[in-house]
């Protein structure tokens, strides 16, 4: 199942040896089907560290957290465990789309209001004539929403490899790239890119977006520009809001916009494949993540433990609330995690790929599945990936979440081979 995808980066990279294959113990029962891909993956050196965590909600609460490999390159880093530091990059997009949802069951923001209500700049938006020949641009046929924001149907791009074309151009040329992927890439981005989300939004409403607001599914910026909308719809900085209204209340301790100096024996390195070839292109130790961000990225910002990603989608499937803390109603978590996109979007780019695949929907920040999955996913589950690999989902119905942590950029079979795993234990 290819039901998410994540931001893909490049950069500069080390070489790096791949870990030496350990012969193990069998797996425990109940986990069985996810420690022989966890132990597969480790031994044939594609990850150096894996952690999948499981939780199943019923009469109690199931958690189960399968561990394999170590977090570095070097034979003698920590071992992978549930509270080891992975960089989620686009699984911070749900993050955001829940903060959102906050503020909408407030009464600050609602899903349909105009962007412009919050970003003056962005009421007299343009449209690209002809995206691939130049920057011709006409009036919008409506404006930028909310909604739009969330399910990335605004109309905006976003620097991606293969991505290209004259807007893509002035992406770079602005510094419209709010990401982070080492110090060697950060050097060259960081002095063009906004310093500020206010800043930041400002300079993207200038430009002219790809097609019409609401037309079109197309990955995008749109929950970067959702900081700056959440940021002055709550009065708060956009990172602040998220710590005090998520984070703080779901104890989620491990959660990090800048890993604390004190933190980096947990942070694993990130790796590239390259040729087949695994490289190590951000060590923790030195880690771009260890200096703070130009500005929160509500897109690809956070550094997480699966640990702390799991109580996040425990919320979520509990309706909102966890330890008798509540975060949301559970009227608005159903909102959140159905099908917003607006009626007749294009949704081809989202469903590319998904050939004996149910298609799929979007919600606030996250794909939504339209029907059951061959490999065990239920209508209505909702979750993303990141481009390092990671992947998070929650299934409401069966109360069944999941968290896959790995930090490599390159395509694998992992997301697909740990989702069928873990629907394989639950059998058991």
Same mark, same amino acid.
């Given at each position: 199942?290819?039901?998410?995808?994540?931001?893909?980066?490049?950069?500069?990279?080390?070489?790096?040896?791949?870990?030496?294959?350990?012969?193990?113990?069998?797996?425990?029962?109940?986990?069985?089907?996810?420690?022989?891909?966890?132990?597969?993956?480790?031994?044939?050196?594609?990850?150096?560290?894996?952690?999948?965590?499981?939780?199943?909600?019923?009469?109690?609460?199931?958690?189960?957290?399968?561990?394999?490999?170590?977090?570095?390159?070097?034979?003698?880093?920590?071992?992978?465990?549930?509270?080891?530091?992975?960089?989620?990059?686009?699984?911070?997009?749900?993050?955001?789309?829940?903060?959102?949802?906050?503020?909408?069951?407030?009464?600050?923001?609602?899903?349909?209001?105009?962007?412009?209500?919050?970003?003056?700049?962005?009421?007299?938006?343009?449209?690209?004539?002809?995206?691939?020949?130049?920057?011709?641009?006409?009036?919008?046929?409506?404006?930028?929403?909310?909604?739009?924001?969330?399910?990335?149907?605004?109309?905006?791009?976003?620097?991606?490899?293969?991505?290209?074309?004259?807007?893509?151009?002035?992406?770079?040329?602005?510094?419209?790239?709010?990401?982070?992927?080492?110090?060697?890439?950060?050097?060259?981005?960081?002095?063009?890119?906004?310093?500020?989300?206010?800043?930041?939004?400002?300079?993207?409403? /200038?430009?002219?977006? &790809?097609?019409? $607001? #609401? =037309?079109?599914? +197309?990955?995008?910026?749109?929950?970067?520009?959702? %900081?700056?909308?959440?940021?002055?719809?709550?009065?708060?900085?956009?990172?602040?809001?998220?710590?005090?209204?998520?984070?703080?209340?779901?104890?989620?301790?491990?959660?990090?916009?800048?890993?604390?100096?004190?933190?980096?024996?947990?942070?694993?390195?990130?790796?590239?494949?390259?040729?087949?070839?695994?490289?190590?292109?951000?060590?923790?130790?030195?880690?771009?993540?260890?200096?703070?961000?130009?500005?929160?990225?509500?897109?690809?910002?956070?550094?997480?433990?699966?640990?702390?990603?799991?109580?996040?989608?425990?919320?979520?499937?509990?309706?909102?609330?966890?330890?008798?803390?509540?975060?949301?109603?559970?009227?608005?978590?159903?909102? /959140?995690?159905?099908? &917003?996109?607006? $009626? #007749? =979007?294009?949704? +081809?780019?989202?469903?590319?790929?998904?050939?004996? %695949?149910?298609?799929?929907?979007?919600?606030?920040?996250?794909?939504?599945?339209?029907?059951?999955?061959?490999?065990?996913?239920?209508?209505?589950?909702?979750?993303?990936?990141?481009?390092?690999?990671?992947?998070?989902?929650?299934?409401?119905?069966?109360?069944?979440?999941?968290?896959?942590?790995?930090?490599?950029?390159?395509?694998?079979?992992?997301?697909?081979?740990?989702?069928?795993?873990?629907?394989?234990?639950?059998?058991?």
């Amino acid at each position: 199942m290819r039901a998410w995808i994540g931001l893909g980066l490049a950069g500069i990279v080390t070489l790096a040896v791949p870990a030496a294959a350990q012969v193990a113990p069998p797996a425990a029962p109940g986990v069985a089907a996810q420690t022989e891909v966890a132990k597969r993956y480790v031994a044939d050196g594609t990850v150096s560290g894996i952690v999948i965590r499981t939780g199943r909600s019923g009469s109690g609460d199931t958690i189960t957290t399968v561990s394999e490999g170590r977090i570095g390159a070097a034979p003698d880093s920590p071992k992978a465990d549930a509270n080891s530091l992975w960089r989620v990059y686009s699984m911070t997009k749900p993050i955001t789309g829940i903060a959102a949802m906050i503020l909408i069951e407030e009464g600050k923001l609602k899903l349909d209001d105009p962007i412009s209500k919050y970003i003056p700049a962005f009421k007299d938006t343009q449209v690209l004539v002809d995206p691939a020949k130049g920057l011709e641009s006409r009036p919008a046929k409506g404006q930028i929403t909310v909604r739009h924001l969330l399910t990335h149907t605004a109309g905006l791009g976003y620097v991606l490899p293969g991505q290209s074309g004259p807007l893509i151009n002035e992406y770079n040329r602005l510094g419209i790239n709010p990401a982070q992927v080492n110090i060697a890439l950060e050097s060259r981005t960081r002095p063009t890119r906004p310093a500020t989300l206010e800043e930041f939004a400002n300079k993207v409403a /200038a430009l002219p977006l &790809l097609f019409d $607001p #609401g =037309t079109k599914w +197309s990955y995008s910026i749109g929950l970067d520009v959702l %900081g700056r909308v959440i940021e002055v719809a709550s009065g708060a900085p956009f990172d602040t809001f998220v710590n005090t209204r998520i984070f703080a209340p779901l104890k989620m301790q491990s959660s990090f916009w800048t890993v604390p100096a004190g933190e980096v024996g947990r942070l694993a390195d990130n790796f590239a494949s390259l040729g087949g070839t695994r490289v190590v292109m951000d060590p923790a130790k030195t880690s771009v993540y260890l200096s703070p961000p130009s500005f929160p990225y509500g897109g690809a910002s956070l550094v997480m433990s699966a640990a702390d990603y799991d109580r996040f989608l425990h919320m979520l499937a509990n309706e909102g609330s966890l330890d008798g803390v509540r975060i949301l109603k559970p009227e608005t978590v159903r909102i /959140a995690m159905s099908n &917003l996109l607006p $009626p #007749g =979007t294009d949704t +081809s780019q989202l469903n590319a790929n998904r050939a004996g %695949g149910a298609p799929l929907g979007f919600g606030a920040g996250g794909s939504v599945t339209l029907a059951d999955t061959p490999d065990g996913v239920g209508k209505g589950t909702y979750g993303w990936g990141g481009a390092a690999g990671t992947i998070a989902w929650v299934d409401p119905t069966r109360k069944v979440r999941a968290t896959v942590m790995i930090n490599l950029f390159g395509d694998t079979k992992l997301r697909d081979d740990t989702t069928k795993a873990i629907f394989a234990d639950l059998k058991q």
